[in-house]
T-cell receptor, first 118, second 105 residues
Framework: QVQLLQSGADVKKPGSSVKVSCKAS???????????FTWVRQAPGQGLEWMGE????????KYAPELQGRVTITADESTSTAYMELSSLRSDDTAVYYC????????WGQGTLLTVTA | IQLTQSPSSLSASVGDRVTITCRAS??????LAWFQQHPGKPPKLLIY???ILHTGVPARFSGSGSGTDFTLTIRSLEPEDFATYYC?????????FGGGTKVEI
């Protein structure tokens, strides 16, 4: 059974940066490198927003245009961990951040609550 | 690519048949998925490639459509089906989600 374990909740000040991790485990054979890892966020009471993705074996990334320049998604194959870093944080970045595996987003992490407040 | 879901919310009863639609602003072939989300939980994949049921998803869920118009049907609502449903397109970048449909009792 594939599991994605995300880092814990965080509180940041406006203008700072945050880095959220997503560690993959379980399943059979390769659980990480050959799959796309996507980051999705959900502001309080709002819908789902696609942020971007990475395919670790190629290192290729795609980002949402509205976040381009502020978001960086990376992956460490040695630890089967994907990361999402968001910079120049604003209050409207307050949200639950999810990672998900595969082009079909068939496995999801538990979510990481980020609160941006002065 | 914009995805417009309708309705944004609906009220239904256990045993009802429910249909949710998702319209894409341009053709996306069959590159559409449906997700279910309960409050405080991550979304769960129900259907991918417009009509293929994900492993373990009950057969009362079904999806159809291609091009720009898609539907998610729940044949007979169970208590655990009261949730919010989202469509997402996988045809092009950036991937996009519909606004969601909340199914309430």
């Amino acid at each position: 059974q594939v599991q994605l374990l995300q880092s814990g909740a965080d509180v940041k000040k406006p203008g700072s940066s945050v880095k959220v991790s997503c560690k993959a485990s379980g399943g059979t054979f390769d659980t990480f490198s050959n799959y796309a890892f996507t980051w999705v966020r959900q502001a309080p009471g709002q819908g789902l927003e696609w942020m971007g993705e990475i395919v670790p074996v190629f290192g290729t990334t795609k980002y949402a245009p509205e976040l381009q320049g502020r978001v960086t998604i990376t992956a460490d194959e040695s630890t089967s961990t994907a990361y999402m870093e968001l910079s120049s944080l604003r209050s409207d970045d307050t949200a639950v951040y999810y990672c998900a595996r595969g082009g079909d987003l068939s496995y999801w992490g538990q979510g990481t609550l980020l609160t941006v407040t002065a | 690519i914009q995805l417009t879901q309708s309705p944004s919310s609906l009220s239904a009863s256990v045993g009802d048949r429910v249909t949710i639609t998702c319209r894409a602003s341009e053709g996306i072939n069959s590159f559409l998925a449906w997700f279910q989300q309960h409050p405080g939980k991550p979304p769960k994949l129900l259907i991918y490639a417009a009509s293929i049921l994900h492993t373990g998803v009950p057969a009362r869920f079904s999806g159809s459509g291609s091009g720009t118009d898609f539907t998610l049907t729940i044949r007979s609502l169970e208590p655990e089906d009261f949730a919010t449903y989202y469509c997402q397109q996988f045809n092009d970048y950036p991937r996009t989600f519909g606004g969601g449909t909340k199914v309430e009792i």
